[in-house]
């Protein structure tokens, strides 16, 4: 299994970077994992990555912009594989205040991250950012409780955190790269990891719950766990419909695990 390396930073769209790398999921395939960062007046950046690729992240973040300028860090929920970097560069950032919301600041204190480095939004308020507001979102999909997607409402780019997330045979630049039946069935599978209380939905609240982002009518949807999406609204809210019909997800045991890794005898208990 290969270990996850940081791909070349690229722009995605008017004042969007992306900061990506791609996890092994043993037998299933590869999980994107997606940070950005926005160049408004008062720069953005949407998650930090994985904690493997810390350094690498810092290191392509400075080569981005001026540390030092960096005023928010919109953590979309605080899973390992989205605030990974997040000690790192709130030190070397030391105006950045990270945006989340009551639930999020009572995680990061787990961690110690110091309140006053935090400010709380509630989903359907905007935060001003000088050239633009970022309108916080709750994504019809997600796994924690304290998740936040956002729009920005310059470029219309919509940052759905696991929202619209997908499992992937090999690594693609963007959702349109890949063929339909695959990324169907990838986000699927994914769903079915991260969000198993789908399957106990009804259509009519779904589709009520997807609502509000169909009508922000996005630009892009940049994904924490996809590539970058542009003209794929009706096909990801059907992707997204169909997941309920799947089965939440269960993985191998130790013992098949070992056999498909090829690692020897199963381990016995």
Not at 121 to 134: A, E, K, Y
Not at 190 to 214: F, G, N, V
Not at 220 to 229: D, K, N, T
């Amino acid at each position: 299994m290969n270990p996850p390396t940081l791909l070349p930073v690229r722009s995605v769209g008017p004042d969007t970077d992306l900061f990506s790398t791609h996890a092994t999921l043993p037998g299933l395939g590869v999980l994107p994992i997606n940070a950005y960062l926005i160049h408004a007046r008062e720069p953005v950046l949407v998650d930090t990555g994985i904690g493997a690729l810390q350094d690498d992240f810092v290191a392509a973040l400075a080569e981005r912009i001026d540390p030092a300028d960096l005023r928010w860090i919109w953590l979309t929920h605080a899973d390992p594989d989205h605030l990974g970097a997040l000690r790192a560069v709130l030190e070397m950032a030391p105006k950045a205040r990270i945006v989340t919301n009551y639930l999020g600041v009572g995680k990061l204190g787990l961690l110690q991250v110091p309140p006053e480095r935090t400010w709380m939004i509630n989903p359907g308020q905007t935060l001003n950012v000088g050239d633009r507001g970022l309108q916080a979102l709750r994504p019809p999909v997600y796994d924690a409780p304290e998740t936040m997607a956002l729009f920005d409402t310059r470029t219309r780019h919509l940052f759905s955190s696991d929202c619209f997330g997908a499992v992937l045979a090999e690594p693609a630049l963007e959702a349109a790269d890949v063929a339909s039946a695959d990324l169907r069935e990838g986000m699927g599978l994914w769903a079915s990891i991260d969000s198993p209380w789908l399957a106990q939905i009804e259509r009519e609240k779904l589709a009520a719950a997807c609502r509000p982002l169909q009508d922000l009518r996005p630009s892009r949807v940049l994904g924490s766990h996809l590539p970058p999406a542009m003209n794929l609204d009706p096909f990801l809210y059907a992707a997204i419909d169909s997941a309920r019909l799947r089965s939440p997800f269960m993985g191998p045991d130790q013992q098949a695990f070992e056999q498909a890794m090829g690692l020897g005898q199963p381990a016995t208990v």
